[in-house]
């Protein structure tokens, strides 16, 4: 596949420079075809027939060995999910912590993340990361651990700056269950999370799957309680609601996924070009280069991810929607004063240059 055979697979490419995929990435002409085909599929012959049935459970069996193949992980291991957000509150619920527990995150993360840590109920404690080098960022981390410690919950992609986290290191550095956070870096950056305890994958962001899917790796099912049953949970069940939980981490499933999405994602997956990591850091490289070389002041350093960001003086929110009315769809992150540019192996130089010369027009 061409670099111009993979921008012709998304039509949306022929109208914007499409650089928000750190939000939702753009959906092919496969991805969407195999969404159509399944929904004419229960328009025609419905959804209660005992072929659909058999069809939905092979969809979730196919769909699964693809999202864990994308992580590098075995599929018993990994559930299905409607997103990162989702993954992050089963394993927050499933690890049952009190407040004499304490949680380490950083100052960079998604509320996604966030907002399970904080409804855990145990004790957070908040390294910061993002007003210092990203080579420090591993060190404040581990500074934050302490004997109360039960879990870290980082992102491995931060969503504001776009830096990496070293997350094999700290996992090597510490002695109690790690989550990271997968929403920017699964289907951006390479990733391999068999060594993870907890890993979540979102479907609609870097993946261009439909919302909401996603997937959440458990590498010892055991270890992580179900709170959240769903019917997929179980292998069978008594009167009183007790059960037994099916194998690996198809217990942690949280229900029902439209057939249409499940063929919509596998569609994407199916999609990516193998040189898609390449390409991507590539762009990112050069948007950066071309921000810095404009005089912007980009808090992104070099050799990270796919997310460039860069401060802004104005008003953020009204600055990407007036380069939105002109075609170039960027992200403020609301808060920070920062704009966000994703750069996926879709991008052109082109759309680099539209990126640039809307924003000298913007006030």
């Known amino acids: 596949m061409t670099a111009e055979e993979a921008r012709s697979a998304f039509p949306v490419l022929e109208r914007y420079a499409y650089l928000n995929a750190g939000a939702v990435g753009p959906i092919s002409h496969a991805t969407h075809g195999a969404l159509i085909d399944a929904e004419r599929e229960e328009l025609e012959h419905g959804r209660a027939s005992w072929p659909y049935l058999i069809g939905m459970i092979e969809a979730r069996s196919h769909l699964r060995d693809a999202v864990a193949a994308e992580v590098g992980v075995d599929a018993d291991r990994m559930s299905l999910t409607t997103s990162t957000s989702e993954g992050c509150r089963i394993v927050l619920a499933g690890l049952e912590l009190g407040p004499e527990d304490e949680v380490v995150t950083t100052d960079g993360e998604h509320f996604g993340l966030l907002g399970p840590v904080h409804a855990s109920g145990a004790r957070v404690r908040v390294a910061e990361v993002l007003g210092?080098?990203?080579?420090?960022a591993l060190d404040a981390i581990l500074a934050e651990i302490g004997p109360q410690t039960k879990l870290v919950a980082v992102s491995h992609v931060l969503w504001v700056n776009g830096h990496v986290l070293p997350v094999h290191d700290l996992?090597?550095?510490?002695a109690v269950p790690l989550l990271v956070d997968g929403a920017q870096s699964v289907g951006a950056i390479p990733v391999e999370a068999s060594a993870i305890d907890f890993y979540t994958v979102s479907g609609q962001k870097w993946l261009c799957g439909p919302a909401p899917t996603g997937g959440l790796y458990v590498k010892d099912p055991e270890r992580l309680r179900v709170v959240m049953p769903s019917y997929f949970s179980q292998e069978r069940h008594e009167p009183d609601g007790s059960f037994e939980p099916r194998g690996g981490a198809a217990r942690f499933d949280p229900g029902w996924i439209p057939v249409p999405y499940l063929a919509a994602l596998l569609a994407a997956l199916g999609g990516a070009p193998e040189w898609r990591f390449e390409r991507s850091r590539e762009v990112a490289e050069h948007c950066r280069d071309?921000?810095?070389?404009?005089?912007?002041?980009?808090?992104?350093?070099?050799g990270h991810s796919n997310l460039v960001s860069w401060r802004w003086e104005g008003d953020t929110m009204a600055a990407a929607r007036v380069l939105g009315e002109q075609g170039v769809l960027i992200r403020d992150l609301p808060g920070t004063g920062l704009l966000r540019a994703s750069c996926g192996y879709w991008t052109s130089d082109e759309d680099i240059d539209r990126l640039l010369e809307s924003m000298a027009g913007v006030s």
């Open 290 to 302: 071309r921000l810095v070389g404009a005089g912007y002041d980009v808090v992104t350093e070099a």
């Open 171 to 174: 996992k090597d550095a510490i």
């Open 132 to 136: 210092r080098p990203a080579g420090e």
